[in-house]
């Protein structure tokens, strides 16, 4: 947990080995250039369709489980669609249970990924001032501002809840692990579609090279399974309508895919700068070697494979490599007929056709604002333990996709680099560039 008190200032915070910069650097460690430092993922936290945090998810995809399944609710027996990627655990049995009652799911769910990956990190003491948070989502409180919009409508205003504002917020899963982790150094909230969470960490890394933190904790939270987004994905034809077969529905880059699958959860890592880390003596699962953010200035929905190529170049250049040195890439792909088709072309023409490709959200379905912040920390643990999860239900690989996807049982063997992809609606495109811990 964050916090003022600088005892050990030097072994346990860092601060006075802040020399690495391109840069000045005054003791407080806010420099006046660049941090030349690595930096380091030491925490990782999550709770998915497949599990309730990341060893049972972890788990999960490498088994080639599904976390899809149908809605047994009421009001999904009318709709054209009736199956998603419900949470493994709920909040509710995790979470004490007044906090719970006043956050959104979203929220809860970014406060519990956000708590395994600090653990996970080992909690580190450090200056709340040095410490920021970066959760993404693409539609915030969804579930209360609808919710709350039919207590409205149903029994007047003296039955809408007092919490309304602060669950309905977008930056509400940020502000929560702000508070809860006394960080200060800024509590951020990309909200770019379904590349948020994947933003959010390129933006965790920006901010400790920009000397602004120490340490981030970033990730994305979504959590909108409801009949308002079913409903519009539905009229769209984005979303798969196999509601007889909901572990057999989301199929990236198969001939027989027909749509994404709606999911919900979070994912969260904890970053920090390498000196930080060092000094604190902390185990890193990975280096996030390089991030990149661009957009298609093209369609409000149609993806461009200009922008998504451009994404990736700049990563792996970032990350002082080039793309023969990407072993592995953890593909967008969700599903849909096209969108996919254009993610292999763009993969194929920024990194080639020798990276191991997969596509979880054939076991997660898409989480949307979470969804970049599954596959980074998917891609983390491919490098970590050596082993690329296989993509659920590619029973025929579709022959216009030119890449080796990890079909049937994992892929085991050394990676050098992992790359993720994420893609959102707006045109919005993020690519983030890992490498093996130090």
């Known amino acids: 947990m964050g916090t003022d008190n600088h005892r ?47 060893a049972s998810t972890w788990a999960a995809m490498l088994a080639g489980d599904s976390g899809i399944r149908p809605i047994e609710a009421e009001w999904a027996s009318g709709l054209p669609v009736r199956i998603a990627g419900r949470l493994a655990v709920e909040p509710s049995g995790v979470l004490d249970r007044v906090q719970a009652r006043r956050l959104d799911r979203c929220q809860q769910v970014a406060l519990i990924a956000a708590r395994e990956a600090w653990a996970d990190a080992g909690a580190p003491e450090v200056d709340g001032e040095r410490l920021a948070v970066v959760i993404g989502t693409g539609t915030g409180g969804a579930l209360t501002m609808l919710g709350q919009d039919d207590v409205l409508e149903a029994s007047g205003v003296r039955k809408v809840s007092p919490h309304t504002v602060p669950m309905l917020m977008a930056n509400g899963p940020a502000a929560w692990v702000s508070i809860e982790l006394g960080a200060r150094a800024g509590a951020h909230t990309p909200v770019s579609a379904c590349a948020s969470g994947a933003e959010a960490i390129a933006l965790g890394l920006d901010l400790i090279r920009l000397g602004r933190a120490d340490v981030v904790v970033a990730g994305g939270a979504e959590a909108c399974i409801c009949p308002l987004p079913l409903a519009g994905f539905a009229q769209a034809r984005a979303h798969s309508t196999r509601n007889d077969e909901p572990g057999r529905a989301s199929r990236p880059f198969d001939v027989g895919r027909d749509g994404f699958v709606i999911g919900e959860g979070a994912a969260v890592v904890v970053l920090e700068r390498a000196g930080f880390a060092a000094a604190r003596r902390a185990r890193a699962h990975a280096t996030l070697a390089g991030a990149a953010v661009t957009s298609d200035a093209h369609h409000i929905t149609g993806a461009a494979a200009e922008g998504q190529v451009r994404a990736m170049r700049r990563a792996v250049a970032e990350a002082g490599l080039s793309p023969r040195d990407v072993a592995h890439v953890h593909a967008h792909a969700t599903s849909t007929p096209l969108g996919d088709l254009v993610e292999a072309a763009s993969v194929l023409e920024a990194i080639g056709r020798h990276p191991v490709v997969t596509a979880t959200k054939s076991m997660t379905g898409h989480l949307f604002g979470a969804a970049g912040a599954v596959g980074a920390l998917a891609a983390v643990l491919a490098l970590r333990d050596g082993v690329v999860p296989a993509t659920r239900n590619l029973e025929v690989p579709d022959p216009a996709v030119e890449l080796d996807v990890v079909a049937g049982a994992p892929r085991r063997g050394r990676l050098t680099a992992a790359l993720t992809n994420s893609f959102g609606f707006g045109g919005h495109n993020a690519s983030l560039v890992f490498t093996p811990a130090p």
């Open 8 to 54: 050990d200032h030097a072994d346990r915070t860092g601060h006075a080995d802040r020399t690495d910069h391109a840069g000045h650097a005054d003791r407080t460690g806010r420099a006046a250039g660049l941090v030349a430092e690595p930096v380091l993922v030491t925490g990782l936290g999550a709770t998915t369709p497949l599990g309730g945090d990341v």
